[in-house]
């Protein structure tokens, strides 16, 4: 498939035309999670609690998958671009082996680890016994979850968004049929109750993988997998994991971070705990979509940087800024009008509901500012710029928001977590608007 479009066809039709498919499968896969929480919330709401402190580990396994992901797509990207096909095939290959070998680590580490991390937070021991039984199924998984995210960004990497698309919304259309049949049983199935949730969230993830693999050999690509090529490629692992180290670390941030306000919240009340899971949950419908609207947008960088564009690529940046504070000012909208609908599909508890109404009305106030560091962080890592990607999700992430909302909830209690994520996302904007504009001149 010819690639030359990606610096030939106008700018909007072509960042819509890339975006689309990866924003429709970010917001199907945010739906499946929020789907996933529901029913495991009719559970009990020890059941979501257990949820809640998974997530973080969960949400790091993943991050380790896509953010090696991205290093794949940038370096796949930029040597399509440059017309260099074997380097490209080589990226290919190793990304797709090494991304095999993180999944068998990552599995290993996730579920001997995940009970000592729980009983950090927690000494309630049906809450421990759910999150332990939770965790060992859906990490079981790993491998299967980084080969699928190396295959979705190789495919993205050469413009196939659509098969991206289809692959993961079959994956998170087989995991909302099956749900509600495992968790609570129907016809030959027993009721599973959080296991079953576990479960179905493993074998959507191993139709995503299939449907890849059917795909790639149905649909060559100009990216191949040649195991011959691992013989050689020294410099090109150090580009992988330069872009890619970075991203992981970027991607694994907001765990590190959860973990933090987790523990900053307990001090107060399990039930403020339960509220940042659920908002989590509940945040990505918004989050993950303009990262579909990323996620199209790095490859075209990518190849434009690759090929000398460097004026589209700034307008490819403003353009997909635009977008993405629509698509913020959208879940702002949401977070006003219906936040008690919101919440209320995971508790009933009206103590609860309260305090979910109250943490969604203060941290949707800096949901628009953030587009600024969604998309600079974004667009860095397009161009292969990991590092000064990373020094935004850190500053995000880490040196404002945990001091912040340690700071705030002395004076104003778990209210002040809540008051930390905007005061985060304004400063965060200033910073990542500099640093993209800095690390831009050089292109």
Excluded at 48 to 73: C, D, E, K, R
Excluded at 110 to 122: A, C, L, R
Excluded at 374 to 385: D, P, R, W
Aim: include cysteine; charge should be positive; proline fraction near 4%.
């Amino acid at each position: 498939m010819d690639q030359t479009f990606m610096k030939e066809k106008k700018i909007l039709p072509l960042v819509l035309s890339m975006a689309l498919p990866m924003i429709i499968s970010m917001a199907v896969n945010s739906l499946y999670n929020i789907i996933d929480s529901f029913f495991v919330a009719k559970v009990s709401e020890n059941a979501m609690t257990a949820l809640s402190l998974v997530y973080p580990i969960q949400n790091l396994v993943n991050s380790i998958a896509v953010g090696f992901g991205v290093g794949i797509n940038a370096v796949v990207a930029f040597h399509l671009g440059a017309g260099e096909m074997q380097n490209a095939d080589r990226a290919t290959t190793y990304g797709l082996f090494l991304s095999f070998i993180h999944g068998l680590i990552l599995t290993v580490f996730s579920i001997f680890g995940m009970p000592y991390f729980v009983k950090m937070f927690t000494t309630d021991t049906d809450v421990i016994n759910l999150a332990v039984m939770y965790s060992t199924i859906v990490f079981s998984f790993s491998t299967i979850v980084n080969v699928g995210i190396a295959f979705e960004k190789i495919f993205q990497a050469v413009g196939r968004m659509n098969i991206s698309m289809i692959s993961m919304i079959c994956g998170c259309v087989t995991n909302i049929i099956l749900d509600p049949i495992m968790i609570f049983g129907l016809g030959p199935f027993p009721a599973m109750g959080i296991q079953g949730a576990a479960l179905a969230t493993g074998i959507g993830q191993t139709i995503t993988l299939i449907i890849y693999f059917i795909l790639y050999f149905a649909s060559p690509i100009q990216a191949k997998f040649r195991i011959s090529l691992l013989k050689s490629g020294k410099r090109l692992l150090k580009k992988l994991y330069s872009i890619g180290g970075p991203a992981m670390l970027n991607m694994a941030l907001p765990s590190l971070l959860i973990t933090a306000l987790n523990g900053i919240l307990s001090e107060f009340s399990g039930s403020y705990v339960l509220v940042l899971g659920v908002y989590y949950k509940l945040q990505t419908f918004i989050y993950l979509t303009a990262n579909g609207l990323i996620q199209g947008i790095r490859p075209i960088i990518g190849y434009n940087y690759g090929a000398g564009e460097h004026k589209r690529v700034k307008q490819i940046y403003n353009t997909a800024l635009l977008l993405s504070a629509i698509i913020m000012a959208f879940g702002t909208a949401l977070s006003w009008i219906m936040p008690s609908t919101l919440f209320g599909m995971f508790t009933a508890n009206p103590d609860t509901l309260k305090l979910g109404v109250t943490a969604l009305n203060i941290i949707s106030i800096g949901f628009i500012v953030s587009a600024v560091s969604v998309t600079s962080s974004g667009a860095l890592e397009g161009l292969g710029k990991g590092l000064p990607s990373l020094w935004i999700s850190l500053f995000r992430y880490i040196i404002i928001i945990i001091p912040a909302a340690f700071v705030f909830s002395r004076f104003f209690g778990a209210v002040g977590v809540w008051i930390s994520f905007p005061f985060a996302e304004f400063v965060t904007a200033v910073f990542a608007y500099f640093i993209y504009h800095k690390a831009s001149r050089r292109i």
